[in-house]
């Protein structure tokens, strides 16, 4: 059983839409951290945020933490090619045990 | 700075043969892990390190072994190999878990036949 729930696990846009990716646990985290995942490389930390509420923008893409941190969305604005990837969010409770979503393949196409 | 470093990038094993994926990191890091990814499962931890002579299981330690001699080096060893074995797996270094940027290595590609 997946700890922490992504949806959709697919996601396939024309260039310059909009999605949103969502992150759903019935746990409590003390932070929660997006990763982007390209083929054939190790995940990347995109942004951690650890407030309830908290909202970060890097460029194009918006991070929400919920007000009871148990869930986290990620919206990118006019999505272009290069952000297609897996993008990858994880939750952190403290114990050194970083638990992983099973991610969401986001294709951008030209 | 090389980062995290993995070898081997790929490996065939047969079942039953042992055999160790070498993880090195060069940023001074105390927490190193080692996790599999799987299709649709995500990736999911096998066992991590806080320190040198300090590791413990994570949520699929069997069949896997380690050990933190050096704080650079953490090897994950593979017993005796089974076709469930069969993953990509990441070795990751950072300062600490949750709120530090966790570092991964490329990946190590095992098939077991």
């Known amino acids: 059983t997946q700890l922490l729930e992504q949806s959709p696990q697919f996601l396939s846009i024309q260039e310059g839409e909009n999605l949103t990716v969502y992150c759903n646990s019935s746990s409590v985290f003390s932070s929660l951290q997006w990763y982007r995942q390209e083929p054939g490389e190790g995940p990347v930390l995109l942004v951690t945020?650890?407030?309830?509420?908290e909202v970060k923008k890097l460029k194009r893409l918006t991070f929400q933490f919920g007000d009871a941190r148990k869930d986290s969305s990620l919206h990118i604005t006019a999505a272009q090619p290069g952000d297609t990837g897996l993008y990858l969010c994880?939750?952190?409770?403290?114990?050194?045990?970083?638990?992983f979503g099973a991610g969401t393949t986001v294709t951008v196409r030209a | 700075n090389a980062g995290v470093t993995q070898t081997p990038k790929f490996q065939v094993l047969k079942t039953g043969q042992s055999m160790t994926l070498q993880c090195a990191q060069d940023m001074n890091h105390e927490y190193m892990s080692w996790y599999r990814q799987d299709p649709g499962m995500g990736l999911r931890l096998i066992h991590y390190?806080?320190?040198?002579?300090?590791?413990d299981q994570g949520e699929v330690p069997n069949g896997y072994n380690v050990s933190r001699s050096t704080t650079e080096d953490f090897p994950l060893r593979l017993l005796s190999a089974a076709p469930s074995q069969t993953s990509v797996y990441f070795c990751a270094s950072s300062y600490s878990v949750g709120r530090n940027t966790i570092y991964f290595g490329e990946g190590s590609w095992l098939t077991v036949v």
């Open positions: 945020v650890v407030t309830g509420g």
């Open positions: 390190s806080v320190g040198a002579g300090i590791t």
């Open positions: 994880a939750g952190g409770a403290g114990d050194y045990k970083l638990s």
